[in-house]
Nanobody, 123 residues
Framework: VQLQASGGGLVQAGDSLRLSCVAS????????VGWFRRAPGKEREFVAL????????YYGDSVKGRFAISRDNAKNTVYLQMNSLKPEDTAVYYC?????????????????WGQGTLVTVSS
């Protein structure tokens, strides 16, 4: 399966953005998908996860209460609604399919990484 993330851009602190992750080339509706981000000079950080049915959702501590993950399986798309953005949310955001089940926060559990989309939040 191939994933493509989009929707990034330059916004001001307090603004909102919605990222999309479109899947192709497989039965994407059966996959658990995660969002990660990598800020300049930092390690890749877990942001959110949603299972195939949307019944299991997890968030990273730094985005809990501000970000919301959802999916539309008919469109093979997973969304990341980002509200109350902060300058520290500035990063390249990636989506990926979870292929292993050791720790959902661990990037090594994921594969089929999409090309990231850059989010820049100005103060």
């Amino acid at each position: 399966v191939q994933l493509q993330a989009s929707g990034g851009g330059l916004v001001q602190a307090g603004d909102s953005l919605r990222l999309s992750c479109v899947a192709s080339g497989g039965a994407s509706s059966s996959y658990t998908v995660g969002w990660f981000r990598r800020a300049p000079g930092k390690e890749r950080e877990f942001v959110a996860l949603i299972n195939y049915s949307g019944s299991s959702i997890y968030y990273g501590d730094s985005v809990k209460g501000r970000f919301a993950i959802s999916r539309d399986n008919a469109k093979n798309t997973v969304y990341l609604q980002m509200n109350s953005l902060k300058p520290e949310d500035t990063a390249v955001y990636y989506c990926a399919v979870r292929r292993r089940y050791s720790n959902y926060r661990y990037a090594g559990d994921y594969a089929d990484w999409g090309q990231g989309t850059l989010v820049t939040v100005s103060s």
